[in-house]
C-alpha cells in the first residue's frame, strides 16, 4: 500500500475496473434492499424514529467506502450496537419518548466516533481484538433474547411499559399484556416471521425484508389494517437528514456507554471484513478498519447517523449479487438517500409489527446454543465466561455485561501472560536438546502441582545423565513484569525438587528479546537465592541485543565477568562442571 499522508485513502478503489460496475450496482441495490428496512427497524430497538437508522444508510456508507479496508462490508448499524445505543442513551437521561432526540444520538455517535480514532492513534486495534470469543457468544446471546422480549409489545399491539428494563421486567410486561393483545397485530407479526424464516431458508437471495415491508405496507394500504388495531411507525420527514450539533453536556454522562458501543461496532466490522474477505483480497488491519469506522461516525454524527458498524446479514446479500468492491456500498447509499427524497411517505404506512418481526427474528440468531457446547467442549473457562456474561446482560443489562465480559477477558488474558515461563531440558538421542512435555512443566501452585513439578524435575534430572548435578532449563517466552517472579518461583521449586540435588542450573535464554530492571533484579534475586541452596546459575544463548542492555545492571555485569554467561547450552553445562556450587 503506498505510504504517506493519502496512504489510508480509497485503498479498495484503487485499480477500479469497468468491468465490475454493473456486479456492483446490482450488488449494491440488492444490499440496500435488506439495509435500508433493517436499519429502520433497529431504529427502534434504541427506541428512537425510524428515520435515524434510515440515515444511518447514508453517509457511513459512503465514508467507509472511501476509508474501508474491505472491499465489500456494508456498513449501517447492527442489533448490538442499536442494544447498547438504549442502554447508553437511557442512562443519560434520555426518554424514549423525547420529542428531538437529535443531539443527543449525534452526541454520541461522535463520541463513539473520537472513541474510534484515538484508539487508531495510540494503536490499540490489536488490543481491543483480544476480548475473548466467550466473552462475545455471551453478549450476543444477551443481546438477542433481551431484543426478541423488548419487541413483544410491538408483535402483540400491546403498550410498551416505560417502566420495564431488563429481560425478566420486559418480558413479565410483556406476557402480563396478553389479554390486551390485537389479533389483526398477532397475525401479522407471526404471517411476517414466518415468511422473513422461510425465504431466508428455502430463497436466500430474495430480500426477505423488503418483501415483509412491501408486503406490510400494502396491507395497511388496502386491507385497513389500522382500523383493526394495528399501529403504524410515526411519519418520517421527507428530504434529506438536516444538519445537527452534538450536546457536549452529555459527553460525561454517555462516555462509558459510548466505550462499549466503540468496543463492539470495532470488532464486528472487523469480523465481517475478515469473514468475507475474497483469498486475493488484502488482509483486514485493525488500524485501517479504526480510522474508517471511526470517521464513518464523526461524520454521520453530524447528519443524525446512529453509530454504524459493519453489518453481516446485508453484506452476505450484497455479496450474493456479485459485489466487487466499495462501488456496491455507494450504490446502497444512494438507494437510502432516493428512499428519503421519493419514498417517505409511502413508509408512513409501515407496521411497527413487521419492524418488530425483522428485530425478532434478526437478533434471535444471535442466541446459538451450538457456541456454549463448542466452549464446554474446549475449555470450561471460557464456558462460564460466556454464561456469566449472557446473565448478566439478562439482569443489569448490556452495558455491565460488556464492561464485565471485557474485565474478565483482561483476566484470562493476564493470567495467561503471567504463567511460569520455563520448562526443563532434557538430551535427545540426537545429542541436542529438548524441553520436557509443557503440560507437565506448567499448572498453578496447588499441592497436585507441587507433586507434578517434583516428577519434572526427577525426569529431567535422570535424562539429563550426560550432566550430573545440572538441571537445564528452557525459558519458554520472554520474561517481563509480571510473569517474573512466577518463573523465578518456579525454578527454585524444579531445582529443590531435583534428586539429586543439583550444583548447577543452567537457564536457556534465548526467548529473551527484551529485558527491564523488573527482570533483571529477579534474575538476580534467583541467583541469591539459588546460591543459598548451594547452587550456582548460569545462562545460555541470551540475544546479544539483551546482554549489550542487561551490561548496565552491575549483577549482570558480575555474571559474565564470572563466566556465567555462555553462547550455547552445551558450553553452559561444561563450565557448570567447572565452576564453584558454594554461595557467593
Given at each position: 500500500?503506498?505510504?504517506?499522508?493519502?496512504?489510508?485513502?480509497?485503498?479498495?478503489?484503487?485499480?477500479?475496473?469497468?468491468?465490475?460496475?454493473r456486479?456492483?450496482?446490482?450488488?449494491?441495490?440488492s444490499?440496500?434492499a435488506?439495509v435500508?428496512?433493517?436499519?429502520m427497524?433497529?431504529?427502534?430497538?434504541?427506541?428512537?424514529?425510524?428515520?435515524?437508522?434510515?440515515?444511518?444508510?447514508?453517509?457511513?456508507l459512503?465514508?467507509?467506502?472511501?476509508?474501508?479496508?474491505?472491499?465489500t462490508?456494508?456498513?449501517?448499524?447492527?442489533?448490538?450496537?442499536?442494544?447498547?445505543?438504549?442502554?447508553?442513551?437511557?442512562?443519560?437521561?434520555?426518554a424514549?419518548?423525547?420529542?428531538?432526540?437529535?443531539?443527543?444520538v449525534?452526541?454520541?455517535?461522535?463520541l463513539?466516533?473520537a472513541?474510534?480514532?484515538?484508539?487508531?492513534?495510540?494503536?490499540?486495534?490489536?488490543?481491543?481484538?483480544?476480548?475473548?470469543?466467550a466473552?462475545?457468544v455471551?453478549?450476543?446471546?444477551?443481546?438477542?433474547?433481551?431484543?426478541?422480549?423488548?419487541?413483544?409489545?410491538?408483535?402483540?399491539?400491546?403498550?410498551?411499559?416505560p417502566?420495564?428494563?431488563?429481560?425478566?421486567?420486559?418480558?413479565?410486561?410483556?406476557?402480563?399484556?396478553?389479554?390486551?393483545?390485537?389479533?389483526?397485530?398477532?397475525?401479522?407479526?407471526?404471517?411476517?416471521?414466518?415468511?422473513l424464516?422461510?425465504?431466508?431458508?428455502v430463497?436466500?437471495?430474495?430480500?426477505?425484508?423488503?418483501?415483509?415491508?412491501?408486503?406490510?405496507?400494502?396491507?395497511?394500504?388496502?386491507?385497513?389494517?389500522t382500523?383493526r388495531?394495528?399501529?403504524v411507525?410515526?411519519?418520517?420527514?421527507?428530504?434529506?437528514?438536516?444538519?445537527?450539533?452534538?450536546?457536549?453536556?452529555l459527553?460525561?454522562?454517555?462516555?462509558?456507554?459510548a466505550?462499549?458501543?466503540?468496543?463492539?461496532?470495532?470488532?464486528?466490522?472487523?469480523?465481517?471484513?475478515?469473514g468475507?474477505?475474497?483469498?486475493?483480497?488484502?488482509?483486514?488491519?485493525p488500524?485501517?478498519?479504526?480510522?474508517?469506522?471511526?470517521?464513518?461516525?464523526?461524520?454521520?454524527a453530524?447528519?443524525?447517523?446512529?453509530?454504524?458498524?459493519?453489518?453481516?446479514s446485508?453484506?452476505?446479500?450484497?455479496?450474493?449479487?456479485?459485489?466487487?468492491?466499495?462501488?456496491?456500498?455507494l450504490?446502497t447509499?444512494?438507494?437510502?438517500?432516493?428512499?428519503?427524497?421519493?419514498?417517505?411517505?409511502v413508509?408512513?404506512?409501515?407496521?411497527?409489527?413487521?419492524?418488530?418481526?425483522m428485530?425478532?427474528v434478526?437478533?434471535?440468531?444471535l442466541?446459538?446454543?451450538?457456541?456454549?457446547?463448542?466452549?464446554?467442549?474446549?475449555?470450561?473457562?471460557?464456558?462460564?465466561?460466556?454464561?456469566?456474561?449472557?446473565?448478566?446482560?439478562?439482569?443489569?443489562?448490556?452495558?455491565?455485561?460488556?464492561?464485565?465480559?471485557?474485565?474478565?477477558?483482561?483476566?484470562?488474558?493476564?493470567?495467561?501472560?503471567?504463567?511460569?515461563?520455563?520448562?526443563?531440558?532434557?538430551?535427545?538421542?540426537?545429542?541436542?536438546?529438548?524441553?520436557?512435555?509443557?503440560?507437565t512443566?506448567?499448572?498453578?501452585?496447588?499441592?497436585?502441582?507441587?507433586?507434578?513439578?517434583r516428577?519434572?524435575?526427577?525426569?529431567?534430572?535422570?535424562?539429563?545423565g550426560?550432566?550430573?548435578?545440572?538441571?537445564?532449563?528452557?525459558l519458554?517466552?520472554?520474561?517481563?513484569?509480571a510473569n517474573?517472579?512466577?518463573?523465578?518461583?518456579?525454578?527454585?521449586?524444579?531445582?529443590?525438587?531435583?534428586a539429586?540435588?543439583?550444583?548447577?542450573?543452567?537457564?536457556e535464554?534465548g526467548?529473551?528479546?527484551?529485558?527491564?530492571?523488573?527482570?533483571?533484579?529477579?534474575?538476580?534475586?534467583?541467583?541469591?537465592?539459588?546460591?543459598?541452596?548451594?547452587?550456582?546459575?548460569?545462562?545460555?544463548?541470551?540475544?546479544?541485543?539483551?546482554?549489550?542492555?542487561?551490561?548496565a545492571?552491575?549483577?549482570?555485569?558480575?555474571?559474565?565477568?564470572?563466566?556465567?554467561?555462555?553462547p550455547?547450552?552445551?558450553?553452559?553445562?561444561e563450565a557448570?562442571?567447572?565452576?564453584?556450587?558454594?554461595?557467593?
Amino acid at each position: 500500500m503506498p505510504s504517506g499522508p493519502c496512504a489510508d485513502l480509497f485503498p479498495t478503489l484503487r485499480g477500479y475496473r469497468a468491468s465490475w460496475l454493473r456486479s456492483d450496482v446490482v450488488g449494491g441495490l440488492s444490499a440496500g434492499a435488506v439495509v435500508v428496512p433493517q436499519a429502520m427497524a433497529y431504529a427502534t430497538i434504541a427506541n428512537l424514529p425510524v428515520s435515524f437508522g434510515l440515515y444511518t444508510c447514508m453517509v457511513p456508507l459512503v465514508v467507509y467506502a472511501l476509508l474501508g479496508g474491505s472491499r465489500t462490508l456494508s456498513m449501517s448499524t447492527t442489533s448490538t450496537i442499536a442494544t447498547l445505543s438504549a442502554s447508553t442513551l437511557l442512562a443519560a437521561g434520555v426518554a424514549a419518548d423525547a420529542a428531538d432526540p437529535a443531539r443527543a444520538v449525534a452526541t454520541l455517535t461522535l463520541l463513539v466516533g473520537a472513541l474510534l480514532l484515538l484508539t487508531r492513534v495510540l494503536r490499540l486495534g490489536s488490543l481491543v481484538e483480544n476480548i475473548s470469543q466467550a466473552t462475545l457468544v455471551g453478549i450476543k446471546a444477551g443481546v438477542g433474547a433481551t431484543v426478541a422480549a423488548a419487541q413483544l409489545p410491538h408483535l402483540l399491539g400491546v403498550p410498551t411499559d416505560p417502566d420495564a428494563t431488563g429481560f425478566f421486567h420486559v418480558l413479565g410486561a410483556a406476557l402480563g399484556s396478553l389479554d390486551q393483545a390485537v389479533p389483526a397485530t398477532v397475525a401479522l407479526s407471526v404471517g411476517s416471521i414466518a415468511v422473513l424464516l422461510l425465504l431466508g431458508r428455502v430463497a436466500p437471495r430474495v430480500p426477505a425484508p423488503l418483501v415483509v415491508v412491501a408486503a406490510g405496507i400494502a396491507l395497511v394500504a388496502f386491507a385497513g389494517l389500522t382500523d383493526r388495531g394495528v399501529e403504524v411507525i410515526e411519519p418520517i420527514p421527507p428530504g434529506l437528514p438536516l444538519p445537527v450539533l452534538p450536546d457536549l453536556s452529555l459527553v460525561g454522562s454517555m462516555l462509558a456507554g459510548a466505550s462499549a458501543i466503540a468496543i463492539m461496532a470495532f470488532l464486528e466490522t472487523v469480523a465481517v471484513g475478515r469473514g468475507v474477505r475474497r483469498p486475493d483480497e488484502p488482509q483486514i488491519g485493525p488500524d485501517q478498519e479504526l480510522l474508517a469506522n471511526g470517521v464513518a461516525a464523526v461524520v454521520g454524527a453530524f447528519f443524525r447517523a446512529m453509530p454504524p458498524a459493519g453489518g453481516f446479514s446485508q453484506t452476505a446479500v450484497s455479496l450474493r449479487a456479485g459485489a466487487r468492491t466499495q462501488v456496491a456500498g455507494l450504490v446502497t447509499a444512494a438507494l437510502a438517500i432516493l428512499v428519503a427524497l421519493f419514498l417517505a411517505p409511502v413508509l408512513d404506512d409501515l407496521p411497527q409489527a413487521t419492524l418488530g418481526a425483522m428485530v425478532v427474528v434478526a437478533t434471535v440468531s444471535l442466541i446459538k446454543v451450538g457456541d456454549f457446547v463448542v466452549l464446554w467442549r474446549i475449555n470450561r473457562v471460557e464456558f462460564a465466561v460466556a454464561v456469566v456474561t449472557t446473565v448478566i446482560g439478562l439482569v443489569a443489562g448490556l452495558l455491565p455485561a460488556v464492561g464485565v465480559g471485557v474485565g474478565l477477558t483482561l483476566v484470562l488474558v493476564l493470567r495467561e501472560l503471567d504463567r511460569p515461563r520455563v520448562v526443563p531440558l532434557v538430551r535427545t538421542p540426537q545429542g541436542g536438546w529438548a524441553p520436557v512435555d509443557r503440560g507437565t512443566a506448567e499448572g498453578d501452585d496447588s499441592e497436585e502441582d507441587a507433586d507434578v513439578t517434583r516428577e519434572v524435575a526427577r525426569e529431567a534430572a535422570l535424562e539429563s545423565g550426560i550432566a550430573p548435578g545440572v538441571l537445564v532449563l528452557h525459558l519458554d517466552a520472554g520474561l517481563y513484569t509480571a510473569n517474573t517472579r512466577p518463573t523465578v518461583e518456579r525454578i527454585l521449586a524444579l531445582a529443590r525438587a531435583s534428586a539429586p540435588a543439583p550444583h548447577a542450573v543452567v537457564l536457556e535464554s534465548g526467548a529473551q528479546r527484551g529485558v527491564t530492571s523488573t527482570v533483571l533484579d529477579g534474575l538476580a534475586d534467583l541467583d541469591r537465592q539459588l546460591a543459598g541452596i548451594g547452587c550456582t546459575l548460569l545462562l545460555a544463548r541470551v540475544p546479544a541485543e539483551t546482554a549489550a542492555r542487561a551490561a548496565a545492571s552491575p549483577w549482570f555485569a558480575a555474571l559474565a565477568t564470572d563466566g556465567r554467561l555462555l553462547p550455547s547450552v552445551d558450553a553452559a553445562v561444561e563450565a557448570a562442571r567447572t565452576l564453584s556450587a558454594t554461595p557467593r
